[in-house]
């Protein structure tokens, strides 16, 4: 109650005890990046607020949010389809309310066909407004009128949104929002828009009450956190963005994703080799090992430039290691092009690779450049990269025998039985021990490898 007028929060919270015995049931589902995941917790600490609990349930719940992805078409079609899949649903439970939002509904197209196609949805909205869905929901609940809210990019970030976390151990902290780099074949600045960074104080002041809480890994989040700082009214980078966390106190780490190659400056090194809280490990996608599909892509770097930070990581950080984003299959790509894409996982040797076949995206330029390979012949270059990337792998995995890691417990894995926790590396590691240990940290040797798994056993600090 402000002033004596109801907030939407709380009229929602009304007309949902009308509908509902008991605590109305949300299920909210998430797709995409981490960025898409943190927004995910901050929807469900607006429902939260609003007096929802949650389930996992589809036939349960009064309320279904789907958060959606954008950025390939595979993504957007199992969106398609499991909306689809709730019209029975609806048809049995009128009451039912149904949300779609997301990275798609920020595309007019599709949010267009999906009013059409699927008319049962009762609120579309984008990525700018999730602050918003009190008052949304409350239109929606109080004249049964379907919503649509899209664009309104704000110039100030929202502090004020509550977030309800997913995880107990491991947290997802939003550095930066947006993305000015428009590489050619990428729908995320056309759907997230323009870069805003968060002020320090805040992220600062976030991650301090995350430790306090007992939260033992933060992973800072922006679509290139490399441009962090840009347009802030006091000055600052990444890696003083970076310093300023590690000087907090406690038994923690700090990761962050995703830095952009062109922007990946010696001084971010610098500050990870010299610091308290952060792995010696960094996701560095280069997406292509050839220069002229490095500049079809407009990514701005060139593969030796790639390569010379790689060197550069590892003279200050013996033991660092690296994962990749990678896509095959770029318009016009030819096989030659390819090969030295193959060429670079060799040089470098990750320890992982998230690969994508190209998947055009309507409106960004790469989408309409000639495309003649066929997918069925980009589908046997994606197996050959995949083949080449499981051996290094492996080999990976077999240098790592009878080393020590400091392993962040995360669960009990259902298959073996036995404890999961990640490496500094972030390769998962299984080893007998106590529940206990979840949600802490661990010194394993590892003691066996098995193709690209590891096991070991806890050993003492
Ligand atoms: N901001 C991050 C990536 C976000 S999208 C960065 O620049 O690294 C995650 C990954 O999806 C990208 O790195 C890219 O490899 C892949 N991707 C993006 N658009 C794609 C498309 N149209 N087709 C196939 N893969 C794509
Ligand atoms: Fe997409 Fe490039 Fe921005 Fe990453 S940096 S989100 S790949 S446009
Ligand atoms: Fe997908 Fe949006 Fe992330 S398009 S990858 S959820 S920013």
Redesign the pocket.
Known sequence: MKNGVETYTEQVQKLMANRTNGAPLAFVRTYG?QQNVADGEKIKGLLAQMGFDFTNSDQEADLILFNTCA??EHAEDRVFGNVGALKHLKRKKPGLVIAVCGCMTEQQQVAERLQKTFPFVDLVFGTHVIHRLPEMLYHVLSDSQHLMLLGHEERNIREDIPIRRDGKHRAWVTAMYG?D?F?S????PYVRGREKSRNPDDVIHECEGLVERGYKEITLLG??VNSYGKGLETPGDFPGLLQRLDSIKGDWRLRFM?S?PKDASRELFNVIAGSQHIPHHIHL?F?SGNDRILGEMNRKYSREQYLSLIRYARQVMPDVTFTS???VGFPGETYEEFRDTVSLIKEVKFVNL?T??????PG?Q?ASMPDPVSHEEKTHWFAELLKEQEEIAIKNCKQMLGSRQRVLVENRDKKTGLLSGRTPGSLIVLFPGDDSLVGNFAQVEVTETNGWSLKGKEVAF
């Open positions: 990046c950025v390939r993305c780099n590489c074949y990428c729908i995320v679509q290139n995703t952009h996608p997406q984003d990678v896509i998230f994508f076949i190209y998947s055009p995206r960004t790469a």
